[in-house]
């Protein structure tokens, strides 16, 4: 990731500049000139206290690189396609949802609990994929604590843990999205979350329901570190139930998800 961080700049600063004065207040609008050819901006660049503002995206992409921002880590991530994500000597603890005597929500005679075993299974296979040591809190449909679950992250002094749900709206019979969850006291919890979500919501081509602060999960409250719950899709919506029992679309969740957890611990390095 730094490489190609140096990679965009070395390239940027190797751009000519050329001014031209219009607008008012000192501001000047900036074209930008690429080997030749002008780049154009749907946020135009301009000149302010001496400083010359050129919006990184549509330098980035004129360059031949991919651009993912994200918001509370204010973090720019640039790609030429040559990272490949990595999790070699990454511990994950992957943490399958109920199970057991508690089977969560249940909608069209399918059990939470089996769901978020499933997309876990998916999730787990993703990580071994890209070099992560993954150990999981249940590989059947058995009753495990809540206690229990964040005692063996913390006991394998994990490097990040991720909690496997299916969410259920009450008020919205059409809700959908995937929805992450952090505890609030945790400031790598949140970037965790708003990595992993966007990426899944990419990945799977399904709405942003946000992330949040659920600081009164004890799943979130008792790990020591960064810890993520993610709600994959609301089993109250016909639709999209039928989508979370489709393995081609957990892989997608699962694929999203490990691509955001190397984007995390990536940085975190």
């Known amino acids: 990731m730094k490489r190609l961080i140096s990679l965009a700049m070395a390239l940027a600063v190797t751009m000519l500049l050329m001014l031209s004065v219009s607008g008012s207040g000192g501001r000047r609008v900036v074209t930008v000139v690429l080997n030749g050819e002008t780049v154009t ?100 449909d058995v009753d495990v604590s809540l206690a229990d679950r964040a005692a063996m992250a913390n006991r394998l002094k994990a490097d990040l843990f991720l909690s496997v749900h299916c969410n259920v709206s009450l008020t919205n019979s059409s809700a959908r999205g995937v929805y992450t969850a952090y505890h609030g006291g945790s400031a790598q919890s949140r970037r965790a979350a708003e990595l992993l979500k966007n990426a899944m919501v990419s990945a799977a081509g399904v709405p942003d329901m946000g992330a949040h602060d659920r600081s009164d999960l004890a799943v979130l409250r008792q790990t020591k570190m960064p810890a993520v719950l993610l709600e994959c899709g609301f089993m109250s919506t016909p639709e999209e139930l039928e989508q979370l029992r489709r393995p081609e679309h957990q892989r997608a969740l699962a694929q999203g998800a490990a691509y955001g957890a190397a984007l995390f611990l990536s940085a975190a390095s």
Do not use: C
Request: hydrophobic share 40%.
């Open 41 to 140: 901006f749907d946020t135009p660049a301009y000149i302010e206290n001496n400083r010359t503002m050129v919006p990184l995206r549509a330098v980035a992409e004129a360059l031949g690189l991919e651009v993912t921002w994200d918001q509370t880590s204010a973090t720019a991530w640039l790609s030429d396609g040559s990272w490949t994500p990595s999790l070699q000597g990454r511990t994950i603890v992957v943490d399958p949802g109920h199970g057991g005597s508690s089977t969560g929500a249940f909608y069209g005679g399918t059990a939470e609990s089996r769901l978020n075993l499933a997309i876990a299974q998916a999730l787990a296979e993703e990580l071994r994929a890209l070099g992560a040591s993954v150990v999981m809190t249940r590989k059947t």
